[in-house]
Structure formats: C-alpha cells, structure tokens
Nanobody, 121 residues
Framework: QVQLVESGGGSVQAGGPLRLSCAVS???????MGWFRQAPGKEREEVAT???????SYVDSVKGRFTISQDNAKNSLYLQMTSLKPEDTAMYYC????????????????WGQGTQVTVSS
C-alpha cells in the first residue's frame, strides 16, 4: 500500500516552467510510477511513466518538454515541465502500479488527489 500526495501545480504563462512533486509514503519496492493528466471533458491520459526497467515513456505531445524523475532516497517522484502550452492545462496525477503492467491508466491502482496546472496564453 502506498499513499501519494502531489504538489507544485499552479498558474503559469505559456512558455514557462513548472515542477510537480509527488511524495510517496510506504515502500515503493516493486512499484512503477508515473504522471497522468486529465483536462475537463477529456479522458485521463498518460504523460510520463517508468517501466520495470526504469525506462521512461512520454506521450508525444510532451516529448522534449517534460522530464520525469524519481528520487528513491526521498521517496519522491517529479515532473519537470518546460515550454508549457495552454493545452497542457489539466489536473495532474501521480500514480503507482505493482506489478508493472504498462502505461495505461487502468493498470495503476494507486493515485494521488491531483494538482491543477493552468497555462495561460
């Protein structure tokens, strides 16, 4: 069992950066972590995830702009976002899965409460 708490969301102008953090309580041994987002009226989508070999995967729309990282010593997951666009506006969620089955949201059993990111043009 893990508990996830996101932070770092906010309002930013287009082109700006933002860094999201996810504090993880409980052991992350054997878990794969990821970030998802959901905009109003849209389905939740994978933004960036780790697989069981610690390889990263990004949705095409954020490649080259977002970076996922994990600090096991601090029990934390991060999402560094740069060159933000209005279409990045969404609620962002930290998620965990065990076993590691892949990036689909349905494979993740543990979720944080979300942190809102709003990008204005």
């Amino acid at each position: 069992q893990v508990q996830l708490v996101e932070s770092g969301g906010g309002s930013v102008q287009a082109g700006g950066p933002l860094r999201l953090s996810c504090a993880v309580s409980g052991s992350t041994s054997g878990f794969c972590m990821g970030w998802f987002r959901q905009a109003p009226g849209k389905e939740r989508e994978e933004v960036a995830t780790f697989d069981r070999f610690s390889r990263t995967s990004y949705v095409d729309s954020v490649k080259g702009r977002f970076t996922i990282s994990q600090d096991n010593a601090k029990n934390s997951l991060y999402l560094q976002m740069t060159s933000l666009k209005p279409e990045d506006t969404a609620m962002y969620y930290c998620a965990a899965q065990r076993p590691c089955l892949g990036g689909s949201a349905k494979n993740f059993a543990y979720w944080g409460q979300g942190t809102q990111v709003t990008v204005s043009s």
